[in-house]
């Protein structure tokens, strides 16, 4: 099952859910999607480790065959290293997601890459993701020096909880395509729309004959130098 070559837009929102391709090209040296024939797809979860949760995560992820890449918060990691080391022991990559989920637009530029390299310490990756999908472009230019940015082609929504599960889970398979890179939510307050989302993504995709791997350097392609767009990125997501 391949989903739709050019999906179609169900209503405004979906813009956030699959940013088209005006966006993605407007902010250069970030990794959308994975360029490959392959029927392969990236699953990826923000913000854990958290105990239990993560856990769950990895059961299921186990029972799949599948790897994943996990961006977390180094403060997390600081207060649950077991949980940390077991995503790392069993196979999946991890990400630098700040040390405190910092909100990029609502941080000074300095502050942000203190906080970032504070993350680095426990978090050994040269993968990151914004917190909120929200950076300036100061951040930016920064961070791509050092880090390979990773945003997504494919955008969960389970940490709304005015969505329901399925509406969740159909933004996966609506928008979802070899090279995707699909965000879930490693939290509580995404829990029970992403245990649900996820559990359905693994059976459709893998009874479809996609495989799930886990993102790493040498598989992502920068795109061709562009000058980032000098406003906010993204200021209404999480």
Known sequence: MEAILKPRYRKFSDLLVHPPKVIK????????????????????????????????????LDLFDAKATFFCVGENVQKYPRIYDK??????????????????????????????????????????????????????????????????????????????????FGNVKHFTRSGSVIVFHDNIKATKNMFYALTQTLLLYKEAGYKFDSITENIIVK????????????????
């Open 25 to 60: 090209n407007a902010f250069g040296n970030i990794t959308w999607k994975i360029n490959t024939d392959e029927k392969v797809v990236y699953l990826t979860f923000d913000d854990g480790p958290i105990p239990e949760i993560t856990e769950k995560i990895l059961l299921a």
């Open 87 to 168: 995503i790392l022991n069993a196979g999946h990559t991890t990400g630098n997601h700040t040390f405190s989920h910092l909100n990029g637009l609502k941080t000074s530029t300095e502050e942000y890459i203190k906080n970032i390299e504070k993350a680095s310490k426990y978090i050994h990756s040269k993968l990151f993701r914004p917190p909120h999908g929200r950076m300036k472009s100061s951040q930016q230019s920064l961070i791509e020096k050092d880090y390979n940015i990773i945003l997504w082609d494919v955008l969960s929504y389970d940490f709304n909880n005015k969505l329901s599960k399925e509406r969740c």
């Open 223 to 238: 795109p061709a130098s562009v000058k980032s767009v000098k406003s906010r990125i993204f200021t209404g997501f999480f």
